[in-house]
């Protein structure tokens, strides 16, 4: 059974940092691509930064600078670094695995930046 758990959300002040992380198990996902996308109340749910097998990444245009993807295919793990974080990045970030058939998703982790 496929499981992508989420960790590293919380509370923070405008400017500050915070580095999400991403466990999958039961399943190598090595030769997929892993993002993160996040959902505010309300609105959809966005991109906010892919990484293939390759390592090639790519960012939504609100992130670029300040977001930083990152993976470790012997772990299994997909990191998000968020620096000079803004109250409109707070959303529920969802970790993701792509493959030919679907998507997998993790269960989400809050990020709330204060002003």
């Known amino acids: 059974q496929v499981q992508l758990v989420e960790s590293g959300g919380g509370l923070v002040e405008a400017g500050g940092s915070l580095r999400l992380s991403c466990a999958a198990s039961?399943?190598?996902?090595?030769?997929?691509?892993m993002g993160w996308y996040r959902q505010a109340p309300g609105k959809q749910r966005d991109l906010v930064a892919l990484?293939?097998?390759?390592?090639?990444?790519n960012y939504a245009d609100f992130v670029k600078g300040r977001f930083t993807i990152s993976r470790e295919n012997a772990q299994n793990t997909v990191s998000l670094q968020m620096n000079s974080l803004k109250p409109e990045d707070t959303a529920v970030y969802y970790c993701?695995?792509?493959?030919?058939?679907?998507?997998?998703w993790g269960q989400g982790t809050q990020v709330t930046v204060s002003s």
């Open positions: 993701a695995v792509t493959t030919s058939l679907r998507y997998y």
């Open positions: 039961g399943r190598d996902f090595s030769a997929n691509a």
């Open positions: 990484i293939t097998s390759g390592g090639r990444t």
